[in-house]
T-cell receptor, first 115, second 113 residues
Framework: EAGVVQSPRYKIIEKKQPVAFWCNPISGHNTLYWYLQNLGQGPELLIRYENEEAVDDSQLPKDRFSAERLKGVDSTLKIQPAELGDSAVYLC?????????????FGPGTRLTVL | AQSVTQLDSHVSVSEGTPVLLRCNYSSSYSPSLFWYVQHPNKGLQLLLKYTSAATLVKGINGFEAEFKKSETSFHLTKPSAHMSDAAEYFCVVTSSNTDKLIFGTGTRLQVFP
């Protein structure tokens, strides 16, 4: 079974430029998560989808971040414009059921560097 | 509110010696607890999880953890460290009233030959 796929794995951009990350969850997983992981820290939830619906986006900085999950499968996370402080690893995870205590399966992440 | 505290940011052991990674949690509701491992440039992988069944939980790669409600702890142990165990380990809490995973700050495990 293929795991969670993320691309690109690495991205270097200049500040004020836009950037987008893509995630393909495990087939059949209804719930998809985007996390932000700063250096030396644990991941922090940005947004959670149940199928197409964003059910928790309270931690998403909506002035510059946006996300979508069309058709309830793949998802894209966008930053526009990027700031120096956005340099981090962006993780995508998915889980099979609509229950919070189910195991989440993580992708390898996209490491963003903003210059 | 829920939180986890990983008591050690770094742990160093020799290969073949026991591993102990400490975690204390705080939760207003019955918690579910997890340990995840993150190898460099790889995704987080679930080691084990506790969801109110047996208090001693066995995971992959010889790891286990014991849920102690009286001590609000969920320490991760392994009898004999292997070089391949060197990684970052995260203790995680969630509960039935929320779908949010709360991660600790991580413990970096180094294993020396």
């Amino acid at each position: 079974e293929a795991g969670v796929v993320q691309s690109p794995r690495y991205k270097i951009i200049e500040k004020k430029q836009p950037v987008a990350f893509w995630c393909n969850p495990i087939s059949g997983h209804n719930t998809l998560y985007w996390y932000l992981q700063n250096l030396g820290q644990g991941p922090e939830l940005l947004i959670r989808y149940e199928n197409e619906e964003a059910v928790d986006d309270s931690q998403l900085p909506k002035d510059r971040f946006s996300a979508e999950r069309l058709k309830g499968v793949d998802s894209t996370l966008k930053i526009q414009p990027a700031e120096l402080g956005d340099s981090a690893v962006y993780l995508c995870a998915s889980s099979p059921k609509l229950v919070g205590t189910d195991t989440q399966y993580f992708g390898p992440g996209t490491r963003l560097t903003v210059l | 509110a829920q939180s986890v505290t990983q008591l050690d940011s770094h742990v160093s052991v020799s290969e073949g010696t026991p591993v102990l990674l400490r975690c204390n949690y705080s939760s207003s509701y019955s918690p579910s607890l997890f340990w995840y491992v993150q190898h460099p440039n790889k995704g987080l992988q679930l080691l084990l999880k506790y969801t109110s069944a047996a208090t001693l939980v066995k995971g992959i790669n010889g790891f286990e953890a014991e849920f102690k409600k009286s001590e609000t702890s969920f320490h991760l142990t392994k009898p004999s460290a292997h070089m391949s165990d060197a990684a970052e380990y995260f203790c995680v809490v969630t509960s039935s009233n929320t779908d949010k995973l709360i991660f600790g700050t991580g413990t970096r495990l180094q294993v020396f030959p």
